[in-house]
């Protein structure tokens, strides 16, 4: 296989891992979300009102982290894309 026809594909499981790992990452966020606002309506002490008002804050937290998390990923994986390059073109021209 050529030294190009393996960058290609190496290219494009960079690309479907990442978004498969960011999909399942963002599921997993969901599921958890939930689930823990339900057990959280299931045993709240506090008054229906309280609750909504906590929720509401911890989904702000959690889409917060999300979207960090998110950043975080997308940031290295153009990290890694560059270094790939970068290290490609030092291989084409030595």
Do not use: C, W
């Not at 190496?10 to 479907?16: A, G, H, K, L």
């Not at 999909?23 to 045993?43: D, P, Q, S, Y």
């Amino acid at each position: 296989m050529s030294g190009l026809a393996k960058d290609a594909r190496e290219d494009r499981m960079d690309r479907e891992g990442g978004n498969g790992g960011l999909r399942t990452f963002g599921a997993g966020l969901l599921i958890g979300a939930l689930v823990g606002a339900g057990i959280a309506l299931l045993i709240a002490p506090s008054s229906g009102e309280e609750t909504r008002r906590m929720i509401a804050r911890q989904a702000r937290r959690l889409a917060a982290d999300a979207r960090d998390r998110y950043d975080d990923a997308r940031h290295e994986l153009h990290a890694a894309r560059e270094r790939r390059r970068r290290e490609h073109d030092d291989a084409s021209a030595g």
